[in-house]
């Protein structure tokens, strides 16, 4: 993972002195109240993200307690109980998987936000500079409030007090101590008030992350964008921002892990069908693309308007540069000096690359997001599930499937 602060100083060097936005303003995740507790307490370096270090460690700060009190116990493994902690997946896939994904998701989307916010200003985009800086602060003022945490904080501390009176959790039965009256263990009450507090906290600060991307990109495109409706990139120059819902893929991962986690723990011990679970499965998929694909949308409102009135400005230009041709060629008359500058354009060329770019405004796309953007999202949602459907489908089986009905 690269050094924040090396990223930082590459932006820096990259941008126009005159133009450049604040450096800090360009990271989701630099500056929230979340990282500033996590390097007052030194698990976040001076320098850099420190993400592979606090994965390793909230992994082992979750996981570890409860598995060393479940084998103490003789509860891990298969032998004392028909589901033991090893068999109820969904636990050490929070714990070992999908926590450790939402910390690595941090770098990923760093690297990304500071590597994509910058182009904006380097491709010409931005006609007031100094107002895309005034976006860019009031962004960094936004993230670095307190007051989201405190809601976050809040909501993980209510959920963590009314779930287990709410309903004894199924997954928790390893740790009961007696049947008769049931009781948690010291695994159990260290999986719902740590475990998975730290699991919910990390979840609802991705989902706030989310938001603010949606906030930040919506100002952006309320700023007076230069598009160029001709661009090749067929998104009148937005087409560099398709790689960003590639940041939540980690994400994306991490709570499809979970899921499917909890339906394997399903479908092995208590014979659960896996067709059963497709339309589960489905809705997840969409309503999760939905969301991921949602900021990138914001921008659809400004290109649908910038390829409706190109479509009339380039059409009234390839006519008035057909009838000049057709004046001179096939009338064979004298054209007018308009005219003529017209015909010896020479960014226009000859009739076939006017029409070369009508045609490449008609092709233009009002979302900046391409097939690898939904890939992004769409695939690290259905590998958890294809694991699953594995348990019961044989894989090649499967797999045969799966690529018949992408043919």
Do not use: N
């Amino acid at each position: 993972m690269a050094d924040g602060t090396a990223i930082d100083r590459q932006v820096r060097m990259s941008l126009p002195s005159q133009a450049e936005p604040p450096v800090e303003s360009f990271s989701l995740i630099r500056g929230d109240a979340l990282f500033r507790l996590q390097r007052a307490v030194g698990l976040i370096p001076a320098q850099g993200l420190g993400v592979v270090r606090r994965a390793v460690f909230y992994a082992l700060l979750t996981w570890l307690p409860i598995a060393v009190a479940a084998a103490l116990r003789g509860r891990a493994l298969d032998g004392a109980l028909d589901e033991p902690l090893l068999a109820h997946f969904g636990v050490t896939v929070r714990c070992l998987v999908a926590i450790p994904l939402l910390i690595l998701a941090e770098g990923v989307a760093h690297g990304m936000m500071v590597r994509l916010l910058p182009q904006f200003v380097r491709a010409g985009l931005v006609s007031d500079p100094a107002a895309f800086r005034r976006v860019l602060e009031g962004f960094a003022r936004l993230r670095d409030r307190t007051l989201p945490w405190v809601v976050i904080g809040g909501l993980v501390f209510a959920w963590t007090l009314l779930a287990p009176q709410v309903h004894e959790p199924h997954e928790l039965l390893w740790a009961v101590e007696t049947p008769a009256a049931p009781s948690f263990g010291f695994g159990g009450w260290w999986y719902l008030y740590v475990a998975r507090p730290v699991y919910v906290t990390l979840v609802l600060a991705w989902a706030w992350r989310l938001a603010l991307l949606f906030l930040l990109l919506k100002r952006i495109a309320g700023l007076d964008l230069s598009l160029v409706p001709t661009h090749p990139d067929r998104r009148a120059g937005l087409g560099f921002l398709a790689p960003l819902p590639g940041a939540f893929a980690p994400v994306v991962l991490a709570l499809s892990a979970v899921l499917a986690a909890g339906w394997a723990h399903d479908v092995v011990y208590h014979d659960v069908a896996v067709g059963s679970l497709k339309a589960e499965a489905l809705a997840f998929v969409v309503v999760l693309a939905v969301l991921v694909l949602a900021p990138l949308a914001v921008f659809m409102p400004l290109l649908a308007r910038t390829k409706k009135r190109a479509l009339l400005d380039y059409a009234a230009l390839v006519g008035e540069h057909g009838r000049a041709v057709h004046a001179r060629w096939i009338e064979r008359r004298p054209v007018s000096a308009e005219r003529e500058a017209l015909l010896s354009a020479s960014e226009l060329g000859p009739v076939a690359d006017t029409q070369g770019l009508y045609q490449a405004v008609a092709q233009m796309q009002t979302l900046p997001v391409d097939r690898k953007s939904v890939l992004a999202v769409v695939a690290p949602a259905v590998v958890p599930m294809i694991v699953v459907a594995a348990l019961k489908i044989p894989l090649k089986t499967l797999l045969l499937s799966i690529l018949k009905a992408l043919a």
